[in-house]
């Protein structure tokens, strides 16, 4: 394999130019277009997402590239780079601090470095396979919370996706509130798989779910939890690995009480 400290210098780099960028658009935003009946994208998802593949594809013209709003470029790599410019465009849009961006580098379909950037609080989130991760440069560790009742979790958004994807993702989501609002001490919703997952990463939440996923969604926090001690797995408690649709995120301390809970396998 290549130089995987100068890929994830590449991709902390470039996620702090777009989250810039987007930061600074956020004061003069245009206006918003609609690419589903529920979801957003703004002049700056774009401007950002063009950003991202222009610096990738001048640093690493041969490896492939799969970006929220412009799609894949295949060029026959076992490199893909995986980024999502903004996500958590509806708090973004409505000057909700919580959104970033992620940009990710798979090997022969396995994330093998990636960077998170949270630009409201300044904050960068970094993670290499089998070397660990980071907070600015700060080692980060998951919650050390081992009683189920006392955690707190963060779950996906409803309203997402066309409307057959929606009708089924927001059954999905009630069914899974329903179950673990007795187990818990309370759940969330805060509008960012980026800052969701990277705040499991880093102890605030305890754990955190989707029932409806992309590869950028996810391709960073999913390593930088493992990374922090953490575990993620599907709704059933089966490994993950890219192309799965939902997640489970957790502590791995709370992990198998969780995955009880909520008791995908009952359907």
Same mark, same amino acid.
């Given at each position: @394999?290549?130089?995987?400290?100068?890929?994830?210098?590449?991709?902390?780099?470039?996620?702090?130019?777009? +989250?810039?960028?987007?930061?600074?658009?956020?004061?003069?935003?245009?206006?918003?277009?609609?690419?589903?009946?529920?979801?957003?994208?703004?002049?700056?998802?774009?401007?950002?997402?063009?950003?991202?593949?222009?610096?990738?594809?001048?640093?690493?013209?041969?490896?492939?590239?799969?970006?929220?709003?412009?799609?894949?470029?295949?060029?026959?790599?076992?490199?893909?780079?995986?980024?999502?410019?903004?996500? *958590?465009?509806?708090? %973004?849009?409505?000057?909700?601090?919580?959104?970033?961006?992620?940009?990710?580098?798979?090997?022969? +379909?396995?994330?093998?470095?990636?960077? #998170?950037?949270?630009?409201?609080?300044?904050?960068? %989130?970094?993670?290499?396979?089998? +070397?660990?991760?980071?907070?600015?440069?700060?080692?980060?560790? #998951?919650?050390? @919370?081992?009683?189920?009742?006392?955690?707190?979790?963060?779950?996906?958004?409803?309203?997402?996706?066309?409307?057959? #994807?929606?009708? *089924?993702?927001?059954?999905?989501?009630?069914?899974?509130? *329903?179950? @673990?609002?007795?187990? #818990?001490?309370?759940?969330?919703?805060?509008?960012?798989?980026?800052?969701?997952?990277?705040?499991?990463?880093?102890?605030?939440?305890?754990? %955190?779910? @989707?029932?409806?996923?992309?590869?950028?969604?996810?391709?960073?926090?999913?390593?930088?939890?493992?990374?922090? *001690?953490?575990?993620?797995?599907?709704?059933?408690?089966?490994?993950?690995?890219? +192309?799965?649709?939902?997640?489970?995120?957790?502590?791995?301390?709370?992990?198998?009480?969780?995955?009880?809970?909520?008791?995908?396998?009952?359907?």
């Amino acid at each position: @394999m290549h130089d995987i400290p100068a890929f994830l210098s590449a991709a902390a780099d470039i996620a702090r130019e777009a +989250g810039r960028i987007a930061l600074a658009r956020q004061q003069a935003l245009g206006p918003a277009s609609f690419k589903g009946s529920k979801d957003l994208v703004t002049e700056a998802d774009l401007e950002c997402d063009r950003l991202i593949r222009d610096r990738l594809s001048a640093a690493y013209p041969t490896h492939d590239l799969l970006t929220e709003e412009e799609g894949a470029l295949d060029r026959g790599s076992d490199y893909r780079w995986i980024a999502d410019p903004i996500d *958590g465009t509806i708090n %973004y849009a409505h000057g909700i601090p919580l959104w970033g961006n992620s940009v990710a580098l798979t090997h022969k +379909g396995q994330v093998v470095c990636g960077a #998170v950037y949270l630009p409201v609080y300044d904050e960068l %989130y970094t993670a290499v396979a089998g +070397g660990g991760a980071f907070l600015n440069g700060k080692p980060l560790r #998951v919650s050390a @919370m081992d009683d189920l009742d006392a955690a707190v979790l963060s779950h996906g958004d409803y309203n997402v996706g066309d409307e057959v #994807v929606r009708e *089924g993702l927001n059954a999905d989501n009630r069914r899974a509130h *329903g179950r @673990m609002t007795e187990a #818990v001490q309370r759940i969330k919703c805060l509008g960012s798989a980026v800052v969701e997952g990277a705040w499991v990463a880093s102890g605030r939440l305890d754990a %955190y779910w @989707m029932t409806y996923l992309k590869p950028w969604d996810v391709a960073v926090t999913t390593l930088l939890v493992a990374e922090a *001690g953490g575990r993620v797995t599907d709704l059933r408690g089966n490994p993950w690995a890219l +192309g799965c649709e939902e997640a489970l995120f957790s502590n791995d301390l709370l992990h198998d009480g969780l995955v009880a809970a909520l008791d995908w396998e009952r359907g």
